[in-house]
């Protein structure tokens, strides 16, 4: 992270963070660390990542029921894939889950995370509270959920997860109350750099709480925002935990998703082909949606929010 | 920077996605022991229920036996919790960490492993030894067989479905056990007046929805019509006796007889046999295990309140009122790559065994064994055990679970149709049209 500290030292307010700097650093050799540095990295994302995810690729060209020898089958997988009238609604099911979850978590963690950023009473102690659920797995939480959900014995009485719209709600639910602290941590993080002289300027202006929130605040979250949106939107594409507890993929396939639908073809029916080709457009899915983002919202060029201060 | 940031987006993205895949299959593949360690343990993977400790005293009985000692084998039960256990048996017997015994259903359940080698044949094993020939019900040991070979050792009690009643309702409100499908319906309308569920239903779990279709295709069209099925005929899925039973069924649902939330109730956690006990249901089909669900969970109920009938007869239909469908019983099979093939067959031998028959007897189940009529006055519930012995003795046809008597390519697609049928996701017609596209 030390190429990143550089270029923004040559501005004014962030001379504090010399001290730290040096601390951190290896004194007068300032600049990019030894290449071998990266080796850790590279080689845990290697094995845990490039190697499964090609040996997925190679046996989404085979017949494999996960005993003997994977049987190839050129494309039939593929083929199949296509013409799964399930992949189309799964794919649906997917892209909803993904753009509510996104607008639940965001305006719920923006509001929070402004909220704690400030100096109220409590504030410290609420905020710990909050982040409890992040620090529970999210089987815990799901089987936690779907306790509280038991239609005879439950909290809440009724057929929540028997119905479509209740069950897609109730994982949209879990999800965001188990995301949402993490992501009013990083609104925290990213409203406390804030500068004081701009609500200060505001405030002679005659800028009203609401006007500065979104005059000052919610622009001042840019790139806060981009993050954390990237990570909720390639996090639910990936969600698995929670629906396959709370519905199984229910009622009927109406809340089955993409990671469901692999691990169903894996799992259930011991159709590892399948299940490989599934997940290998679900990687090439993932990867195209969030350069996609990354490209739309200018991340990469990361400009500072504080040009022209 | 541009380049940094992007790859670790795409790492995020990758990372996420493959530990998803690969944890889960690792996590799977873990904690058994051995098999080609050539030390002389044995593991033997089990369904971890409430019927685990009988397994669990014949594991204690035969590693203080002096066939262990002989064979020079200890066995160690590893045991899997139920809704996961076939999928982590498979991933298990995939890797080099496979367990030298398994429990299974025996049919389709263990044609995969047979396909690929995995198994042991016992044919002349239980033939050359009197003690496995001469020890279990020969139908039983049938019900577990490929192509004629046997692979499979009789290991827990006898598990028809049979329509469970809570006595204390029934005669709260002057009803008699159903032996006509008008009767049933009679009570259901006479149950909802008063406000209680007629029929507690854990729908989470789509094989507990399949108990009601099999027995309704049995008595509207006779074992025949499944007996197609099963061999692999997915045109069987149009003989009309199967639209008549989804159709039933699903007069059933819209009648509320299964009360409103059963879809997010389940069986495997306990919701549905809870439901029953606390009398919130007055009827519950399902297997003869759940006598011993309740005798371990709910022992009051169980003792003083649990009545049984066979499942109705239906008006025109051709199946027999006496005509059974569950599951035989469970197996042992031994896994071909043992490091101590001997400790493994001796260990099943134990299974034929006078105090094995006795555990299962006090757990309320019912040995498959020879044995077994002489010791049914023993049961903690003799009225019981006899009900279960005959009903599966006399029964004309026993019709093995669907689930584990399709090929287990169809299994997965026909629960999912299933459970849409039970939710009104796809209409009577709808269920029969997609079972029939079954590949």
């Not at chain 2, 004309?396 to 299933?418: C, G, K, N, R, Y």
């Amino acid at each position: 992270m030390s190429s990143t500290v550089t270029p923004v030292t040559k501005e004014g307010p962030v001379t504090k963070d010399g001290p730290r700097r040096n601390g951190s650093g290896t004194g007068v050799r300032a600049g990019r660390p030894h290449t071998a540095w990266i080796l850790p990295g590279v080689l845990f994302f290697a094995f845990f990542a490039v190697v499964p995810m090609v040996l997925a690729f190679c046996l989404s060209f085979t017949q494999w029921n996960g005993l003997g020898d994977p049987v190839p089958v050129g494309l039939a997988n593929w083929r199949k894939l296509i013409d799964d009238p399930r992949l189309t609604q799964s794919l649906t099911v997917t892209v909803l889950l993904t753009v509510v979850s996104w607008a639940f978590q965001t305006v719920v963690s923006l509001l929070l995370g402004v909220w704690a950023a400030g100096r109220q009473r409590n504030r410290a102690i609420l905020s710990a509270i909050f982040f409890v659920p992040f620090l529970l797995s999210s089987t815990a939480i799901a089987l936690l959920f779907y306790a509280l959900l038991d239609p005879n014995f439950g909290l809440i009485q009724g057929d929540t997860l028997g119905t479509t719209s209740g069950a897609f709600l109730a994982i949209v639910f879990v999800g965001g109350w188990q995301f949402i602290p993490f992501h009013t941590l990083l609104y925290q993080g990213g409203a406390r750099q804030i500068p004081d002289v701009l609500y200060q300027a505001a405030a002679i202006d005659g800028a009203g709480r609401y006007r500065q929130f979104f005059s000052i605040t919610l622009p001042q979250l840019r790139n806060t925002a981009t993050m954390s949106s990237v990570l909720m939107i390639v996090g639910s594409l990936t969600y698995f935990e929670t629906v396959l507890i709370l519905t199984q993929g229910g009622p009927g396939t109406d809340t089955a998703i993409l990671p469901y639908l692999m691990y169903e073809a894996g799992f259930r029916s011991y159709d590892f082909g399948y299940a490989s080709a599934v997940a290998t457009f679900l990687v090439v899915a993932a990867t195209a949606l969030s350069l996609l983002l990354v490209r739309l919202t200018g991340f990469g060029a990361m400009r500072s929010t504080r040009e022209g201060m | 920077m541009e380049s940094y940031s992007r790859r670790w987006f795409l790492g995020v993205g990758a990372t996420t996605l493959i530990s998803a895949a690969g944890l889960t299959a690792c996590g799977s593949g873990s904690g058994s022991g051995g098999s080609g360690s050539g030390s002389g343990t044995i593991t033997a993977m089990v369904y971890g229920d409430d019927a685990v400790k009988i397994q669990v005293k014949a594991a204690e009985r035969f590693n203080a036996s002096a066939a262990a000692r002989r064979t020079g084998g200890k066995v160690k039960l590893e045991k899997v919790p139920a809704s996961d256990y076939p999928a982590k048996l498979r991933t298990a017997m995939g890797s080099p960490n496979a367990p030298d015994v398994f429990f299974n259903w025996g049919g389709g359940s263990i044609k995969a492993y047979k396909e690929a080698n995995q198994l042991v044949d016992l044919t002349d094993v239980i033939e050359s030894d009197p003690v496995l020939k001469d020890g279990f019900l020969p139908s039983v040991l049938d019900s577990g067989a490929l192509d004629g070979r046997r692979y499979g050792i009789p290991m827990r009690g006898m598990q028809p479905v049979i329509l469970f009643y809570n006595k204390t309702i029934f005669d709260e409100h002057k009803l008699q056990p159903p032996t006509t499908w008008d009767q049933l319906l009679d009570i259901n309308a006479k149950l909802k007046k008063a406000n209680i569920t007629p029929f507690a239903l854990g729908g989470a779990d789509t094989w507990t929805e399949l108990m009601w279709l099999e027995y309704l295709v049995d008595r509207i069209g006779g074992p025949e019509v499944f007996e197609r099925i099963k061999n692999g005929d997915a045109s069987g899925w149009g003989d009309p006796a199967v639209l008549k039973a989804a159709e039933t069924v699903k007069q059933l649902i819209d009648d509320g007889a299964f009360g409103k939330g059963f879809s997010s109730v389940s069986y495997n956690n306990g919701g549905a046999p809870a439901v029953f006990a606390r009398g919130k249901a007055a009827m519950h089909l399902m297997g003869s295990w759940e006598y011993s669900t309740q005798l371990g969970k709910f022992p009051d109920f169980a003792k003083k309140h649990l009545g049984w009938c066979a499942f109705p007869r239906y008006e025109g239909g051709s199946g027999d009122i006496r005509n059974v469908v569950g599951n035989p019983t469970n197996y042992w099979s031994v896994n071909a790559r043992t490091s101590n093939r001997d400790a493994a067959i001796a260990f099943l031998k134990d299974c034929a065994s006078e105090e094995y028959a006795k555990d299962l007897i006090d757990n309320g189940d019912i040995p498959t064994t020879s044995n077994a009529a002489k010791l049914l006055d023993a049961s903690p519930n003799p009225e019981f055990a006899r009900f279960q012995y005959e009903m599966v003795q006399q029964a004309p046809a026993f019709t093995l679970s669907w689930d584990q008597a399709v090929d287990p390519s169809w299994q997965s697609p026909m629960l999912t149709e299933i459970n849409k049928l039970f939710v009104g996701k796809s209409s009577p017609a709808q269920f029969v049209s997609a079972l029939k596209g079954l590949k």
